[in-house]
């Protein structure tokens, strides 16, 4: 069982920025990551300055190059199943199926999941012709023939306005939800056509999109599109330790990062259960990281 200052759990941009300054800190770091990172289905990964356009394979592999030339920094290729306070000292016990380690602190960044509306096959479509981030993704769908598949009202009036900034050919589907007729007339008093049909295939090869069939028979050809998913945290650690929630299932974290639990915080997209860029996403990290290192600090003096 190793001892450490802090226990990383998750590998993606917001847990890897933090380990960066810990360690920079001179701090015993341990991240754990069991290589399930949400944008692993996407080809490319945009809007993170010197680093546009970078493939989600590489971005980690030379985040981890980085973290590799610091000597307190360890990597577990593992799932944490449970995390516990000791009941004799301040330090939290991380428990793999294969291990246990020790820390001060605890930073949860294992971020989120994507569960998408109830049409076939979409997941195979998604990542490489069908998206849920237009920032992340948009600019290479630039005035191509769209659909957006979203369900629930406000997903659809958000997106849907918000897509019209990349293209002027837009449908979009509700998939057998039926619109408000003041939500029907504002898009099509856009230009944008409404399909409110339940969607029973879609037709394309090798994830690329083709052509979308309704249960009513029409069929539209379209070239890509973005869908509404609902987000969900990808592990339920932060209850099981009795974290904080509010009413919308937000996490309570102070403006260090530190959640209702002490020495435990969250950083990233696990938060806010939302969907976060990877610039937003590693700032976030390097954020709590700082004052993580400040309590360690102040510490000594008190």
Partial sequence: MGKWDCAIIGGGAAGMSAAL??????????IFDDDTNRNRVTQESHGFLTRDGITPAQFREEARQDLGK????TFVAAEVTGIKKQTTMADFQV????????????????GIRESFPAIPSIASFYGRSIFSCPYCDGYERREEPLILFAEAEAGILHMGKLLLNW?????????????????????????????????TKLIGENGML?????ENGKRIKRSGGFVVPQFIRKDSLAA????????????????S??????????????????????????????????SMNLHFVESRFS
């Fill in 70 to 73: 610091y000597p307190t920094v």
């Fill in 257 to 290: 990062g530190q959640t209702s639990v002490p020495h435990v915080y969250a950083a990233g997209e696990y938060v806010n259960q939302a969907p976060s860029s990877l610039i937003l996403a590693a700032a976030e990290g390097a954020k709590v990281a700082a």
């Fill in 95 to 110: 428990q793999t199926n294969d291990s246990s380690y020790l820390a001060d602190k605890v930073l949860l960044a294992t």
């Fill in 21 to 30: 300054q810990l360690a920079r800190a001179r701090k015993r770091v341990v």
């Fill in 210 to 214: 083709r052509e979308v069939v309704f």
């Fill in 240 to 255: 099981d330790m009795g974290c904080t929630f509010d009413e919308e299932g937000k996490l309570i974290t102070e403006a």
């Fill in 167 to 199: 293209t002027g050919d837009l449908v979009i589907a509700s998939n057998g939800n039926i619109l408000g007729e003041e939500t029907f007339s504002l898009f099509e008093k856009h230009g944008v056509r409404v399909e409110q049909a339940k969607i």
